[in-house]
């Protein structure tokens, strides 16, 4: 009689060979959870970075378009073409708007106002120049911010001035210093077409 061998693994080779898996997957695990926290942690940054971004790039579209033109206030006092504006405003001017193609808007000039409320900048805009207190606007909100600080350009004395109050002519540039949660202070400087 022959004596037949056994084919197939001994119990200390599956005990063996299922350590060894379980290492991996426990390795595997710790890797996947690194990751996921990583990615915990910078997408918050990335949505306020693309924030910032959306919001210097509008910054850039309406100054870059600002206008020397003064307009009446609410109450029909005059508005210089340039001011901080009351209370909260950052920057109130006029821009034009340029046409695209055959659809014109019936006002080519917008009032826009920048302004911090609650920790937030907002953009607001009227598309008639001399208001009314029924006068209407749209408003977005764009950025969480902490504190925003606006900088005008005086070139003869080649420096940046805080900005405060009222301009009759438009300034050669704006700075504008944001501190953002998380992100400390960002700079950006807009030059302007007087």
């Given at each position: 009689?022959?004596?037949?061998?056994?084919?197939?693994?001994?119990?200390l080779?599956?005990?063996?060979?299922?350590?060894?898996?379980a290492?991996?997957?426990?390795m595997?695990?710790?890797?996947?959870?690194?990751?996921?926290?990583?990615?915990?942690?910078?997408?918050?940054?990335?949505?306020q970075?693309?924030?910032?971004?959306?919001?210097?790039?509008?910054?850039?579209?309406?100054?870059?378009q600002?206008?020397?033109?003064?307009v009446?206030?609410?109450?029909?006092?005059?508005?210089?073409?340039?001011?901080?504006?009351?209370g909260?405003?950052?920057?109130?001017?006029t821009?034009?708007?340029?046409?695209?193609?055959?659809q014109?808007?019936?006002?080519?000039?917008?009032r826009?106002?920048?302004?911090?409320?609650?920790g937030?900048?907002?953009?607001?805009?009227?598309?008639?120049l001399?208001?009314?207190?029924?006068?209407?606007?749209?408003?977005?909100?764009?950025?969480?911010?902490?504190?925003?600080?606006?900088?005008?350009?005086?070139?003869?004395?080649h420096?940046?001035?805080?900005?405060?109050g009222k301009?009759?002519?438009?300034p050669a540039?704006?700075?504008?210093?944001f501190q953002?949660?998380?992100?400390g202070?960002?700079?950006?400087?807009?030059?302007l077409?007087?």
């Amino acid at each position: 009689m022959t004596v037949r061998q056994a084919h197939g693994f001994t119990l200390l080779e599956i005990l063996i060979a299922l350590a060894v898996f379980a290492v991996l997957a426990v390795m595997a695990y710790g890797g996947l959870r690194s990751i996921l926290q990583a990615q915990a942690g910078t997408d918050p940054r990335a949505k306020q970075l693309g924030q910032l971004q959306s919001a210097i790039y509008q910054l850039n579209e309406d100054l870059n378009q600002a206008v020397n033109r003064n307009v009446r206030d609410e109450l029909g006092g005059p508005e210089p073409a340039f001011s901080q504006g009351r209370g909260s405003e950052l920057l109130v001017f006029t821009r034009s708007v340029p046409s695209w193609g055959q659809q014109t808007a019936a006002n080519e000039l917008q009032r826009v106002s920048y302004r911090v409320e609650n920790g937030a900048l907002y953009r607001q805009v009227w598309t008639i120049l001399d208001r009314t207190p029924q006068t209407l606007f749209r408003r977005r909100k764009l950025l969480e911010v902490e504190q925003v600080q606006v900088n005008v350009y005086d070139p003869k004395a080649h420096l940046w001035q805080p900005f405060q109050g009222k301009l009759e002519k438009l300034p050669a540039a704006v700075q504008l210093e944001f501190q953002l949660a998380g992100l400390g202070g960002v700079k950006h400087a807009f030059l302007l077409n007087p």
